[in-house]
């Protein structure tokens, strides 16, 4: 779509008055689905209050989004939408850049420079996966698919998170067995030519420890410490693990350290964790809408 004028762009915003939107933070992670709402242009503000024209004003709409089945914490916030123009007989996709609004309840609002705001042309694929509300994952409910190695969530959630795996480009990937002993749901391998194409032969070895609970219960220490020792025998260079379960503060700062220097753990290999947020923002790319319809339609 070409560059718009600030008029077009009013007159487009005013197609959006009253339509589904997302809610996402600075680093693109779902917050909450609201409904925008726009206020009238602000030539016709004028008329209807009789007052005088402002600089402060003059390029700027109020945009709120009401009705939103979250609420927020004070930040900044990107806001997104999709909807279908039928006069334009076309998709278009509004992207309303890092703002700080102001909170009230389930809604916000803002006074916001229009030339900042982005409206492109968009697809029916985008809408479809726009309007089905796919960035909202109820892993309770997982899907467990014909071709599944298992027959429970817990397998379900595994084998997702080794395509994804696939998908990064892992190679050699395979999901090991289950038993007390394992400390491992997979291992793959990570070749060092996929980034550095100079460098053949040499690929890193990664060990995947998959945590999963319908009750989306806290990860405790001692269970994934557990983990990370029967890891050792197979002298991984990386552990990965990814989990939709809850973790506290503490956890994750004690996950994230050096643990090499702790007398009492002394983890030599490197840790990674992959939480439900990242999980779902990973799961609602437009490439992995295939995986979504598997294991959340």
């Known amino acids: 779509m070409r560059t718009l004028t ?114 492109e042309d968009s697809n029916e694929s985008e809408y479809e996966i726009f309007r089905k509300k796919v960035y909202v994952y109820e892993w309770e409910n997982i899907i467990i698919p014909q071709d599944c190695s298992g027959k429970d969530s817990y397998d379900a959630f595994e084998d997702l998170c080794l395509k994804l795996i696939e998908s990064w480009g892992g190679k050699s990937i395979i999901k090991t067995g289950k038993g007390p002993d394992s400390g491992r749901d997979g291992q793959f391998l990570v070749e060092m030519d996929s980034w550095i194409p100079i460098i053949t032969g040499y690929s890193t070895r990664w060990i995947l420890q998959c945590k999963y609970s319908k009750e989306a219960k806290n990860l405790q220490k001692e269970e994934i410490y557990r983990d990370m020792v029967k890891a050792l025998e197979f002298q991984p260079d990386y552990f990965l693990l990814m989990t939709n379960r809850n973790f506290t503060n503490q956890f994750e700062t004690w996950f994230n350290s050096d643990l090499m220097k702790e007398p009492n753990y002394y983890i030599p290999f490197k840790k990674i964790i992959i939480q439900r947020e990242l999980l779902e923002s990973e799961l609602s790319q437009p490439q992995h809408e295939s995986l979504r319809k598997k294991y959340f339609d």
């Open 6 to 119: 600030p008029t077009e762009i009013q007159e487009l915003l005013e197609e959006f008055n009253g339509q589904r939107c997302f809610v996402f933070d600075v680093n693109d992670k779902f917050l909450s689905e609201g409904t925008i709402a726009l206020s009238p242009t602000f030539q016709a503000f004028l008329k209807e209050v009789k007052r005088v024209d402002t600089a402060e004003d003059k390029n700027k709409i109020k945009v709120s989004v009401k009705n939103m089945n979250k609420q927020l914490n004070r930040g900044a916030f990107v806001v997104k939408s999709i909807i279908f123009i039928e006069r334009l007989n076309k998709y278009v996709k509004l992207h309303i850049p890092e703002q700080v609004y102001e909170l009230f309840g389930t809604a916000m609002t803002h006074k916001i420079e229009i030339e900042s705001i982005i409206i």
